[in-house]
Structure formats: structure tokens, C-alpha cells
């Protein structure tokens, strides 16, 4: 029997979670009107016949089962409050049943396989919350007229438009859109919020102007063209690059054709420069990938070096971006058969990639299917299903000869042919009001008055107070939302979310980016050894301390911020007309951290350098929960140098105070699929040394300390690629210790999930391996995401065993193996 809460007089909650049902068990519909919360959640139901009998019920759980069509017997339920049918394979909803729910509150449809909504949804008049994320709609018409709705959630759907009668006059406090192909409003307008549509719709005009804006990034390795490719097409003729002008960093420029506005971005192809791209590549984007036909060999090498690479990580960044395959030197070549071949061998390569791809999600899917337990992983199951609908976009493959007229032109012809097929770009129109697209002229014009510093950083407050004397019309507040709209599309660069720079606005992305690469370059070392005595004296530093500094970066990755101050003077002052005291504000001083490490710091590139010493075993505790916790001995800002994991070359450190793993060790796995995205580890790494200290971090190692235990960290990158998290098992003296334990992991896991959804196309599994030596066998965690999500009642590993046992007969507790939550 199930368990039931209450006394024997009360009405009853049953839970009959997964208990593999195919049908409705005789003993819930014996209860009739008793029966007030039913839990029916990850069985194999497909119907609920005679549902209805439970006259009195209020809550219905029946999500994660194997509902093709929406039962329509749940129109019998007119006491229903709350209904979960989200994590099925619905595909219509009937007309005439929500009427009959009058009462419903509560209404969660995610994930299942709705193309439309039937008209009478808004009759649901009590209705506050509605999900419908991840489904196929393309209208959502059938919600206006309901008017308590206060929070809806369409999210990963196929909406090109919202309706505007959803959002004036309506009590919505919180929507979300993100995943759409939105075109209007566009998609960087719903992601500052259901405020940022409010506004939007509240000043666009009747006939407001559509405007096609495309972001083209230009990717590939170094040398293979791309700066030739970019500003040969903004100047529509041949235009040569010498090597020493290459691209540091990335280089922007706009360009105008014909109606449709380009940003070009030109990515830098030093493997230096891959750990700031993150911060740039975005979705929604055209890529052209440029490949030096002259030097490739047509081997698995060289493809993988100068074209898979780039192809992996676009499936996993941005899976649904459309890809032009460009062959460059093609008159370096020996002769025209030497390029259709090395053309042909790249397409064969690409499509037998890509095809692999699928083949691998469809594998591991139908894997999942025919386990006997297939309802436990229907997260999984989902989450692939959605990686398959991904469909990164590979166009065409273009030989050109860069200093020809005519292969110019081709590429132009191309480029713009793409751009304008809805079917490969469906939201390349976007409806704007007018206001949007003359703040942003006027930003420009503020630049090239002088009203604005030529390196474009201004505050907030000043920028606002210039906006308004064009714009009366526009209060702060709507100013400040088209600004965030700016921001978004790439024309400026506002980031809020950071407390140092909130109030501080770069209306010229190439400051950013100069900013990055003073001290993010390939030629770093160069740099340091052209410092000057002269410049050394200016922050009272010697010649010997400089060998110090080039030293510290060849051996620990570490860079002196005295270097970066000079570094990032000596760069502005060349090329920016900037005071000393913006100087500070830009690289800080020996008080205080400037806007440049607070920029590296939020994008996972770099972290400041911090005194370790010895395990304190009297130190707090870390508990996330508690607002008053505090460290046993509080960090103290000593502005030092900051370390750059990316650039580490050994894990010397880390080995010395790990010193050797043990089988017993609390021991987790997590597979990344395709594969570990480039800088994943390193990123990891700096969001969670952030939070415990001392650390030692490595090239693939990390061991990070909580009161006197250990903690590591390590990335596999074997065939199976995976990142590792273990704690020392000497160190848990008791079954409170390893539940203090997990609570560590998963603040850790917590950071690793949250950093995975930047990938969309990456998919993840957790295991615990047997902790027998020489075993290879392991336990699998099924819906492991509801551990992090842990608010009481989670029903991840509710009711196992006390020990569980391997496929080899090796038995282990499983408080060894699984974490405890709330509801176990």
C-alpha cells in the first residue's frame, strides 16, 4: 500500500510514485471522495479511466509517464487545484475540458509535445500559474483573458511572436521566453524580463520599422585568414594582412548591405585567446569558419586541428548556429585538383561528423528506452530528445582566393544570400520602435562630437542625463531598458550584474576588448620583457622583480598586477586619450580591485592569488544556508597577482597535497557528452575556489579544503570524458561527516550544472563508482538534478537500501555512494 499522511479520519494523501503502474491501482479508486492529493508521478501510465470517481480531489501529479493524449477524463475533477502532467508525449488538448476545471490554480504542461493550445484555456479564470516551456507552439493567442495569471513560463517553444494583449493591463509578475526564435518582440528584449516586453510593447509604434541585424563571427586558427576574409568584405575589395598586424584578441567592425546590418567579429585563433571567446560567441549568429586549404593534409589530424574542433564546439555553444565553410590560400594551392580534393575530403569529414552526432544521441537514447526502468530516467531521455532537435547548420564550402575581385564577390553574393532565407534565419526581421534605433544613433553621435571620451566609458547617471535632453519624451527607466537592449545585441556593453561596474557603461566594445587583450595574448611574455625601467619606476618597481613576474607566469600562471597596471597603461595611453584617475578605475590599485579584474573574475578567466596556508581544524563549517556564516579567517583583499588556470601546465601543486586517492573515497562521476566543452574545467575551477579556501590548482587538478577536509577535483579527458569529485574518506569519521560531505559536492555540482547551461548541445550523466579495487562497474544516478534542487520534497533516491550492490557482487553502505535529501 502506499503511504498515507494524516489520521485514519482524515482525507488522504496517497503517493503511489514510481511503482511502474500501467493502469490506476484499485486501491486509490476504492477511496473515492476521500483521496484529496494523489502522487502518480514516474509511472507508464497512458490512461487514468475512472480517474473521475476521486470527485473531491485537489492535486494531481501525473507527470513523467507515457501520456500520448491529454486525459481528457480529468475534466470529471472539479475540485482540482493543481495539476502536473509536465514530462509526457502530449500532443493535442481537447476543446471542452478546461471549462469544466474551474477551480484550477496551478497548471504545469512543460515538456511534452504541444504544437497548439486549445481556445477555451482562458476559461481557467483562477489560473496563476501556467508552464509550458519546452513544447512546439508557435501561438499563444488562446492565453489572453486570464487575468489572475501571474507567472508563465514558454521557454525552448517555436514562438515567433508574442501576443500584446498578454502583457498591458494583465497581473503577470514573471514570464520567461528564453529558447524562441522571437522576432517580436526580439529575444533580447524577453531576456531582460517581462518589464523589459512591457516596455517594449508600451512604445512601439503601428507601423514600427523591421530591422535585419546579423552578428557574423569569424572563427578558425591562426593564420588561416580570417582578418584578410573580414576586412577585404567590409571593404568589398582585396585587402592584404600582414602577419604582424594579425588579430589579437577579437576586432569588431560594423558593415552595411543592402538592408542588412553586419557585425563582423574577428576571433583571434591563438588557443591563448579561447578562454576570454566564451564571453563573445553567442547565439543566433552566423559563422564563417575559415580553413587553410594550402596547409591542410587530408588526414583524421588535420581535420580535427582545423576544422572538427570548431564544428564540436559550435554543436556544444551554440548547436542551432547556421556555418559557412570557407577554404582560403587557395593560390597557395599546387593546382585546381589539389583543391577539389581537399575540398571534397572536408565535406565527407563534416557530414560523416555531424552524422555521428545523431547517431550517438539516438543510441543513447534508445538505450535509456529499453531499460526496465525506463520512467526513472525520463530526464535524460528528454534532455536528448532536445540535443536532437539541434540542428547546427553547415551551408556550403567556398574556395576563395582572397586576392581575387570576383572570389570577393562571390562570398558577398553568399553570405547575403543566406542571411535572407527565412528558412535558415526565421528572426533575422526584427520589429523595434523607433526609440530603440535612435538612442542608439545618438550614442554614436555623442562619440564623435566629443561628448563621450574616446574610449567610451561613461556613468550611467551622465549618459542617462545626455539621452534625456534628446529624448523627453523617454524616462529613466525606459532608457535604462533599451540601453539593456544594446547591451544584449553587442552595440554596447553595460554589465549590471556586477556591483563595481553597475554604474559604468562601454559604449565602445573595442575598449573592452583591448582591455583583454593586454594581458589574455599569445605574445604575453614579449610584452613583459618590452617593459622600460622608466615605466618600472613609475609604480616603483625594479628590473629583477620584472624577471620575477615573467617567471611567476611561466611556472604557476600567475601575473603580478603591478605587470597588469603597466601592461594595461602602456596599451590605453597608446591608442586612448585616459586619465590617471580612469586609469585607476580601469586596473585598480594596491586598495582596491579595478573594473579589468572584475571583468575577468565574472567571466571565469582569472581569480586573484590568495595566501594558502595549513588546514585549520577548527574552522566554520561552510553552510551555504546560513546568511551568518563567516570564515575562520576572513580573506582580506591583498592585491597581489592573479593566477590564470587556463595557463597551467602541471599539477605539481595539487599532487603534494592530495597526495594519493584511496578506493573508499566518496567518489562521483560526471560524463560530459559529446565531450568536455574547451576551459569547462578551468572555469569550474574559479567559480569554486571562489567559495572554499586554501586551494592548489593544476592543469586538470583542483584540491579545494572545507574545515579539515579535502576535497579534489579532476578532469578526465579519456575516450570517456569526464570530470571527477572526491573527498578524502580518512577524513569522515561519521555518518554526519559524510552527509557534510555531500552538502560540499554538491555546492560543487550545483557551480558544474549551473556553468553547463552556457552549452546548450552538452549533456550530462552522474555515476558512483563500485569502490571495489578492479572493479569497473558503477552505480548510476538517475534524475540527479532534483539533489540540487533539493526543497524538501525531492523524490531522488527515496527509499533505497542501506547498502547497494554492484553488477560484480561488491557491496558498499549507500550513504558511500548517494547522498541523502530531505524526503529520504
Not at 105 to 127: A, G, V
Request: hydrophobic share 35%.
Amino acid at each position: 500500500m502506499p503511504l498515507s499522511n494524516g489520521n485514519q479520519n482524515a482525507k488522504k494523501e496517497e503517493d503511489f510514485a514510481g511503482k511502474k503502474l500501467r493502469a490506476l491501482p484499485h486501491e486509490l479508486l476504492q477511496l473515492g471522495g476521500d483521496a484529496v492529493k494523489v502522487d502518480l508521478q514516474k509511472n507508464r501510465l497512458k490512461q487514468i479511466t475512472d480517474i473521475n470517481q476521486l470527485k473531491n480531489l485537489t492535486e494531481l501529479n501525473l507527470s513523467r509517464n507515457e501520456f500520448t493524449d491529454f486525459p481528457v477524463e480529468i475534466r470529471g475533477l472539479h475540485q482540482l487545484e493543481k495539476l502536473y502532467i509536465n514530462q509526457n508525449n502530449i500532443k493535442t488538448i481537447p476543446e471542452n475540458v478546461f471549462p469544466s476545471l474551474e477551480k484550477l490554480r496551478f497548471l504545469k504542461l512543460s515538456t511534452n509535445r504541444l504544437e497548439k493550445l486549445p481556445q477555451d484555456i482562458n476559461r481557467c479564470q483562477y489560473l496563476y500559474y501556467l508552464n509550458l516551456s519546452n513544447n512546439c507552439l508557435k501561438k499563444l493567442d488562446a492565453l489572453v483573458g486570464l487575468l489572475n495569471l501571474k507567472e508563465l513560463y514558454v521557454e525552448r517553444n517555436q514562438l515567433a511572436e508574442l501576443p500584446e494583449r498578454l502583457f498591458l493591463n494583465s497581473s503577470l509578475n514573471l514570464f520567461k521566453a528564453n529558447g524562441n526564435p522571437l522576432r517580436k518582440p526580439p529575444q533580447e528584449v524577453c531576456a531582460g524580463g517581462l518589464r523589459d516586453i512591457q516596455s517594449y510593447f508600451a512604445m512601439l509604434e503601428a507601423n514600427a520599422p523591421d530591422v535585419c541585424t546579423v552578428k557574423t563571427m569569424f572563427l578558425g586558427n591562426s593564420m588561416a585568414g580570417k582578418s584578410t576574409l573580414c576586412r577585404s568584405l567590409k571593404q568589398g575589395r582585396p585587402v592584404s594582412v600582414a602577419e604582424e598586424d594579425r588579430t589579437v584578441g577579437i576586432e569588431i567592425s560594423e558593415v552595411g548591405s543592402e538592408g542588412v546590418r553586419f557585425f563582423f567579429w574577428d576571433f583571434a585563433g591563438q588557443e591563448e585567446y579561447y578562454i576570454t571567446h566564451h564571453v563573445f560567441i553567442t547565439a543566433q549568429a552566423f559563422v564563417i569558419l575559415a580553413i587553410d586549404l594550402s596547409s591542410y593534409k587530408m588526414d583524421a589530424q588535420s581535420f580535427k586541428e582545423k576544422v572538427g574542433f570548431w564544428i564540436k564546439n559550435l554543436q556544444l555553444k551554440i548547436p542551432d548556429s547556421v556555418v559557412l565553410l570557407v577554404g582560403t590560400h587557395i593560390d597557395q594551392c599546387v593546382n585546381d585538383n589539389e583543391v577539389i580534393q581537399k575540398k571534397k575530403h572536408i565535406e565527407e569529414q563534416v557530414r560523416e561528423m555531424l552524422e555521428t552526432h545523431t547517431a550517438n544521441l539516438e543510441q543513447r537514447m534508445k538505450n535509456f528506452q529499453e531499460m526496465e526502468d525506463s520512467s526513472l530516467y525520463y530526464d535524460q531521455i528528454n534532455q536528448i530528445e532536445r540535443l536532437n532537435e539541434y540542428k547546427l547548420k553547415v551551408v556550403d564550402f567556398i574556395p576563395i582566393d582572397c586576392t581575387v575581385q570576383a572570389d570577393i564577390d562571390k562570398l558577398h553574393s553568399r553570405i547575403k544570400h543566406e542571411v535572407l532565407n527565412k528558412e535558415t534565419f526565421p528572426s533575422i526581421d526584427q520589429t523595434l520602435p523607433r526609440c530603440y534605433c535612435e538612442v542608439e544613433n545618438d550614442i554614436q553621435e555623442l562619440l564623435k562630437n566629443g561628448d563621450i571620451a574616446e574610449h567610451g566609458i561613461v556613468s550611467q547617471s551622465t549618459l542617462l542625463c545626455q539621452l534625456k535632453n534628446r529624448h523627453v519624451t523617454l524616462d529613466d527607466d525606459q532608457l535604462k531598458l533599451i540601453l539593456q537592449y544594446l547591451h544584449r545585441i553587442g552595440v554596447i556593453m553595460w554589465y549590471k550584474e556586477i556591483p563595481e561596474l553597475a554604474g559604468s557603461l562601454f559604449v565602445k566594445p573595442t575598449f573592452l576588448i583591448s582591455l583583454f587583450k593586454t594581458i589574455v595574448r599569445h605574445d604575453l611574455v614579449q610584452e613583459l620583457n618590452k617593459i622600460s625601467p622608466a615605466q618600472l619606476k613609475s609604480e616603483n618597481a625594479l628590473v629583477k622583480q620584472r624577471k620575477r613576474w615573467i617567471r611567476d607566469y611561466k611556472d604557476r600562471a600567475s601575473l603580478n598586477n603591478v605587470a597588469i597596471r603597466i601592461l594595461v597603461r602602456t596599451e590605453l595611453q597608446k591608442h586612448y586619450g585616459i586619465t590617471d584617475e580612469e586609469l585607476i578605475e580601469v586596473v585598480g590599485s594596491k586598495k582596491r580591485e579595478g573594473s579589468l579584474l572584475s571583468l575577468l573574475k565574472h567571466f571565469d578567466v582569472c581569480l586573484p592569488t590568495k595566501n594558502s596556508g595549513p588546514l585549520n581544524p577548527k574552522a566554520n563549517e561552510f553552510c551555504p544556508e546560513k546568511k551568518d556564516w563567516v570564515p575562520s579567517n576572513p580573506i582580506v583583499y591583498e592585491p597581489d597577482a592573479c593566477l590564470f588556470p587556463s595557463f597551467l601546465t602541471d599539477n605539481r601543486q595539487v599532487e603534494q597535497h592530495w597526495e594519493s586517492d584511496d578506493t573508499e573515497d566518496l567518489n562521483i562521476h560526471v560524463y560530459f557528452l559529446p565531450e568536455i566543452p574547451h576551459g569547462f574545467f578551468h572555469r569550474l575551477v574559479i567559480r569554486t575556489c571562489s567559495l572554499y579556501s586554501p586551494y592548489w590548482i593544476g592543469k586538470d587538478q583542483c584540491v579545494l579544503c572545507c574545515g579539515d577536509r579535502r576535497f579534489l577535483l579532476r578532469e578526465r579527458c579519456d575516450e570517456d570524458q569526464f570530470i571527477e569529485i572526491r573527498c578524502k574518506e580518512s577524513e569522515l569519521e561519521s555518518s554526519e561527516d559524510i552527509q557534510k560531505a555531500w552538502g560540499v559536492m554538491r555546492e560543487i555540482m550545483k557551480r558544474l550544472n549551473t556553468l553547463t547551461e552556457q552549452w546548450q548541445g552538452l549533456y550530462l550523466t552522474v555515476h558512483s563508482p563500485c569502490k571495489s579495487s578492479d572493479c569497473d562497474e558503477y552505480f548510476q544516478w538517475n534524475d540527479w538534478q532534483e539533489w540540487l534542487e533539493d526543497s524538501g520534497t525531492s523524490k531522488f533516491n527515496v527509499g533505497l537500501e542501506e547498502k547497494q550492490t554492484c553488477q560484480n557482487g561488491h557491496q558498499r553502505r549507500t550513504e558511500l555512494l548517494f547522498p541523502r535529501t530531505r524526503g529520504a
